[in-house]
């Protein structure tokens, strides 16, 4: 009997789910925008039969065993399955996840936080390919990740293991949403590359980022910055290397810390790799101890938009 | 057939031995002077004749299943059990201890760093037991520390991971010996309060750590500096607050990194507990992720000395 696995990557812009082998490969794949106007419990139960439907068409005719897996954002109690103050799903505090999932599909069903889903994606298909002990980053509006050790996702006791957007790098620095000071997101994210232009232009007296007005400033996003560095824009770059060495100090803890054989670091901001990770691998060599830092390669994400989905269905794949 | 364990600590002042029983009964145990004055390689043959003597002697008429555990400082690479730069036998980088001890003992053997074997001994028979993911820390004339993922050390790739001492907590603080700036081990270790006090001196113009001479001051060690909290000394109660605050900080860190159920801390500084845990405990509630705060415990190690050799013996017992 064919095994097919289902990953569904429920993003706070887009849901994508795919049909994919055991091997990997992906069969068929869809991409929806995610509508919450109704709230998140009625996103829940489009989402199930959007699954159902999918499942429905993508296994027509061939007799097999599906299994679901699922990413969604935010912290997940992993020993009950549960929802825990969801980001981009604020209503779902609490919700049942994985219990409502096998109830209303009937079918096998994994779930796992978004960055971990990422993670485990990378290393299945993507630039962590092989490694049994590695990191994922993924820098976009915040900084997110998953941690494995001798092949496993971090979990630790409930499941909220695995935060390296929330190692404080700078203790005098800037509150985070957290509730922390100069956390590794508050330098490494969109947001955090949008706070430090605003700063920097602040403190240059204006100059900089070519041809924007003090309005267009206010709503200047991390693209944006992006785009004036590849036209060389000094302030730019230099907060994009900033970043690089916050991102640097990051990595010197991760490495002492996990030992790791790669760090794979995707997510939006990280199309800007040639403008940070210079700084970013200075810091490294500079800081980390000998024997971690020689072992340990950093590399770029591989998977794209699909790692998310693809580290979902490996999840189910995995799943006991 | 009975099963005992040997628990060794090679310790860089003591060596201790103890036969364990699997449920972590310490039978017998001993304790001598770690001798280095011919050299490793002498101190390592040394160390194998007593654990022979001691093995024949502890178990003398039993019909017995003997494994060896091994604990020593410094890092490990434990895919092929070799010793890395250890801090006290800097004449035995590279050498092969798991090979070596197997072969002179011809008993089962597991090898472990010193302060992994503590981490383990505190969560097998200590301030841990029952937690399957926890923290240890010593505080010790350095930092050390080991991390308990679901029930195992996290070793990483090579042995190297869980260096907690070396997680960067201020970008432009001193430097560490690791060559990284600012690590907890520069402000939570014996050498750490030793550095804060002569600074704290140095400011304050000499005043506090009463009736000490400007000679004695240099050679002022952290048990001193923890006398002098213990008379009201306001310098020393200043250096352990400040050291809590940075203890503090490394928590957070592991606390939102692996969401422990514990986190266990030990070492001679330790006994200092009452002067630094109150700041420690307070930026720990300021500053980490909610959910995992709500959940861990931080304790103060029970077993005293033995927790290395108690680590030990459970690796051997552990043993695959």
């Known amino acids: 009997m064919e095994q097919y696995l289902v990953g569904v990557d429920v993003g706070g812009t887009n849901i994508r789910m795919g049909i994919v082998t055991p091997e990997g490969h992906v069969l068929k794949k869809i991409q929806y925008p995610t509508d919450m106007s109704l709230g998140g419990m009625a996103m829940m139960e489009g989402l199930v039969s959007k699954i159902k439907d999918f499942v429905r068409e993508g296994t027509r005719g061939v007799h097999s ?13 992993m020993r009950r399955g549960v929802l825990i103050a969801p980001p981009n799903l604020p209503d779902l505090h609490g919700f049942p996840l994985r219990e409502f999932l096998q109830e209303k599909i009937s079918l096998p069903t994994a779930i796992e936080n978004d960055a971990n889903a990422f993670t485990l994606g990378e290393g299945w298909k993507g630039a962590a390919r092989g490694a049994l002990n590695y990191c994922g980053i993924t820098l976009g509006t915040g900084v997110g990740g998953g941690i494995v050790v001798a092949g496993k996702i971090l979990h630790g006791a409930e499941g909220l293991g695995g935060e390296v957007g929330h190692m404080v790098l700078n203790p005098e620095g800037p509150l985070c949403g957290c509730g922390g000071k100069g956390c590794l997101e508050v330098y490494a994210s969109g947001n955090g590359i949008r706070r430090m232009t605003l700063e920097a232009i602040e403190k240059s007296g204006g100059k900089g980022i070519v041809h924007k007005s003090k309005e267009d400033l206010r709503k200047i996003t991390s693209e944006e910055v992006f785009e004036a560095a590849q036209k060389g824009d000094e302030i730019a770059l230099k907060v994009f290397n900033d970043m690089g060495s916050y991102l640097g100090l990051g990595l010197v803890n991760l490495v002492n810390l996990f030992n790791p054989e ?20 200075e810091v490294l060599h500079q800081r980390a101890m ?21 580290g979902a269905a490996y999840t189910a794949l995995k799943l006991e």
């Open 262 to 281: 790669k760090i794979v670091i995707g997510g939006k901001v990280s199309r800007a790799w040639d403008y940070f990770i210079g700084s970013t691998t």
């Open 65 to 77: 065993e599906i299994r679901i897996g699922i990413g969604v954002a935010g912290p997940i109690d």
């Open 290 to 310: 000998k024997g971690q830092r020689e072992k340990v390669e950093i590399v770029h994400a591989e998977c794209g938009d699909d790692a998310g989905m693809l």
